[in-house]
Nanobody, 126 residues
């Protein structure tokens, strides 16, 4: 089955860290922009970070710059997002999305990606 699958969410105290993983199944991430989005209750889905798998280009939403780091392992066909210094306002369902040929900046601003995962819950307690 062709899909992306997220893992790594959980409950953490403010100031803590989590690492999310997004693995591709049935296709290769090569030449894709792979992005993380999040949606909190009652809020719109927003782009958080994105990476171009074919080169080093990345993009972040301002609210996570300096705290979140997106990276890729092409051999494992997986994209990671390290989340440090977590805040209660980071609480949301985090989704992985992938689309071919976009730049990371374009990917963060789009919601009609080719692939979406089912999401993983991140809860940050105060």
């Amino acid at each position: 089955e062709v899909q992306v699958v997220e893992s790594g969410g959980g409950l953490v105290q403010a100031g803590g860290s989590l690492r999310l993983s997004c693995a591709a199944s049935g296709f290769s991430f090569e030449d894709y922009a792979v992005s993380w989005f999040r949606q909190a209750p009652g809020k719109e889905r927003e782009g958080v970070s994105s990476i171009a798998t074919s080169h080093r280009s990345v993009a972040y939403v301002d609210s996570v710059k300096g705290r979140f780091t997106i990276s890729k392992d092409n051999a494992e066909n997986t994209v990671y997002m390290q989340m440090d210094s977590l805040k209660p306002e980071d609480t949301a369902v985090y989704y992985c999305a992938a689309d071919y040929g976009l730049t990371p900046t374009q990917a963060l601003g789009a919601l009609n990606h080719s692939f979406w995962g089912r999401g993983t819950q991140v809860t940050v307690s105060s």
